[in-house]
């Protein structure tokens, strides 16, 4: 089968490419601004990337026209498809025809840590010898590829509650027909589609419906949202996480973020011992954990696999440092995932210096941030953002066209917030401001006009 999908470059679609690719069917795709990392992996793969959407791309002639939720009506490409009637459906419908069908499929849902919690799922069955198959929004640095068909039963996929494309509002998730599920967390985001937290838990139902009840739900006990999902209706066996330690049956964690037990009620299950930090990503592990119990790998084994997992790129990623300087690439955009991975760096900081000279608070934490995604740039969250950035020693804010005033939503921060309308303005307050032994936390779910680059260039020439 010969497939043509717009929007290509997108971390969902690139994964759809790199599995249409490995199991024998020819690709090809466009976008606008055809960029890596995806370009890179698409190209290493044999697809031919066309820039842009323009109709005269109908003469390629496909079997069929995959297409991205990027795509809206007025795309030339699109214009022409549907004028001509030809053949064309979205990425997860094709995504469950051709890949899914017959697969045990494990997807994992939520607003906050998706992609790293799909990442842990996926390689502790790997290390179990499962081999399974993966689509993560993201490129894990165990694997190396965003996306793989694998050789067993097994698919660990990143179940996105966003909407699937211009024809089909529903979200995303509800084509994959998971045996089992992972709820992470739900809070409302995505407010260019979404007026209100009611109409997420509407579509997380939905997720909920599809689960047959010889499937497991593995669900956030702290989570409001998530209880009120399951209120609605509820089929299946469900494994809490994140409970008391004296409630029976939920999984829980005894010790810090870094290194902790894994507990059933009061019962020690494994243990932890790894990189990552923050209690975010000891709610992520114990999440892979109840879902990778599911398919027969024991907690203990799961836990063990964690000691060698190394995160997916863009989470509290090291991009260099200069001058004393250690500068972060992270994809934090949400102000509850901001908090958290500032609070994560935070006492992984207090954790290194405790007791030593030149501690905790001779190492501040710069934060720098640009509110991109959808949601922020309709100013939806910024009340949040002073609470977001409150661990922060300095605040660094990119003032983008969203309309709204950045330095007035920062105002409550006072002295310790700074705004810039450009990248070049911003770098030079940061390297103004930054000393030796600060932590730089770039979040932004985009490439951020180089900021990093741009950081630890002028820090070495400083």
């Known amino acids: 089968m010969h497939i043509h999908i717009l929007g290509i470059c997108g971390t969902f679609m690139g994964g759809l490419a790199a599995l249409a690719r490995q199991a024998g069917h020819r690709v090809t795709g466009c976008d606008t601004g055809v960029y890596p990392p995806m370009s890179e992996q698409l190209r290493a793969l044999g ?46 419908q094709w995504l469950t025809e051709h890949v899914l069908q017959g697969q045990h499929v494990l997807a994992v849902a939520g607003t906050h840590g998706k992609t790293s919690t799909t990442a842990m799922l996926a390689w502790m069955l790997e290390c179990a010898g499962l081999n399974p198959g993966f689509l993560v929004g993201g490129v894990p640095q165990n694997f190396g590829v965003s996306a793989r068909l694998g050789a067993g039963r097994f698919f660990v996929i990143e179940a996105d509650e966003y909407d699937t494309a211009l024809f089909d509002k529903r979200s995303k998730f509800v084509h994959y027909r998971p045996r089992t599920a992972v709820l992470n967390n739900l809070e409302h985001d995505h407010a260019d589609i979404f007026p209100d937290l009611a109409a997420i838990e509407t579509q997380f139902h939905h997720l909920v419906r599809t689960v047959p009840s010889s499937g497991r739900l593995v669900v956030n006990a702290r989570d409001s949202a998530l209880q009120r999902v399951l209120q609605r209706g509820c089929w299946s066996e469900v494994q809490r996480f994140g409970t008391k330690r004296e409630e029976p049956g939920g999984l829980c964690a005894r010790g810090e973020p870094h290194a902790f037990d894994v507990l059933r009620g009061s019962l020690k299950l494994g243990r932890v011992d790894w990189a990552l930090l923050g209690e975010h990503n000891q709610l992520n592990a114990l999440a892979a954990i109840g879902a990778a119990e599911h398919v027969g790998v024991a907690p203990d084994v799961a836990a063990k696999a964690l000691a060698t997992f190394q995160n997916v790129r863009r989470r509290m990623e090291l991009a260099g440092e200069a001058a004393g300087v250690k500068v972060y690439d992270d994809f934090a955009h949400h102000p509850t995932a901001m908090r958290s991975t500032i609070n994560g760096l935070r006492r992984r900081i207090e954790s290194q210096t405790a007791g030593a000279a030149g501690g905790p608070a001779q190492q501040r934490i710069l934060a720098v941030f640009e509110p991109r995604s959808n949601t922020m740039k309709l100013g939806t969250m910024k009340a949040q953002l002073p609470w977001s950035l409150e661990e922060a020693d300095l605040s660094f804010c990119l003032q983008g066209n969203y309309g709204w005033s950045a330095r007035e939503a920062l105002a409550p921060l006072g002295k310790t917030a700074v705004v810039a309308d450009d990248v070049d303005t911003l770098v030079a307050g940061v390297v103004r401001a930054a000393r030796a032994g600060d932590h730089v936390l770039c979040m932004s779910n985009g490439a951020f006009g180089g900021v990093h680059d741009k950081l630890l260039a002028a820090l070495s020439a400083r």
């Open 47 to 92: 697809i031919e990337l066309i820039e842009g959407f323009g109709a005269e791309q109908l003469a390629l002639a496909p079997d069929c026209f995959v297409v991205g939720n990027v795509v809206t009506r007025g795309n030339p490409l699109m214009e022409a498809i549907l004028d001509a009637g030809a053949a064309y459906t979205s990425g997860p």
